[in-house]
């Protein structure tokens, strides 16, 4: 098991930035590939960024590429989400999400393959 808790969330206007962090307790977490999702109010949740196990490799959501950047620090069991140039279209629910042992030598975009998430952090960006 593995308990996932976000925060930096917030009010922000648009063009700014805002980053959110996930801390993660638990099992050993150099084992997860890590993302953030998001999800507004009546939208289906939408994949933002992920980052592999040894942070090697990243990927994001076409709406967060060249705007966001994903992180770890294996050292503190926390990921980060750095979020410039704001938009309206931003706001939503952001969550954090680990994968344990993948499998894989990336880390994926599909909701399905992510044991464990947290409770989520409101980000609202104001025009």
């Known amino acids: 098991q593995v308990q996932l808790v976000e925060s930096g969330g917030g009010l922000v206007q648009a063009g700014g930035s805002l980053r959110l962090s996930c801390v993660a307790s638990g099992r050993t977490f150099s084992r997860y590939d890590m993302a953030w999702f998001r999800q507004a109010p009546g939208n289906e949740r939408e994949f933002v960024a992920a980052?592999?196990?040894?942070?090697?490799?990243?990927s994001y959501g076409d709406s967060a590429k060249g705007r966001f950047a994903v992180s770890r620090d294996n050292g503190k069991n926390t990921v980060y989400l750095q979020m410039n140039s704001l938009k309206p279209e931003d706001t939503a629910v952001y969550y954090c999400?680990?994968?344990?042992?993948?499998?894989?030598?990336?880390?994926?975009?599909?909701?399905?393959?992510?044991?464990?998430w947290g409770r989520g952090t409101q980000v609202t960006v104001s025009s």
């Open positions: 980052i592999a196990r040894n942070g090697g490799i990243t």
């Open positions: 999400a680990a994968d344990f042992l993948s499998g894989r030598s990336y880390p994926s975009d599909r909701l399905s393959e992510y044991d464990y």
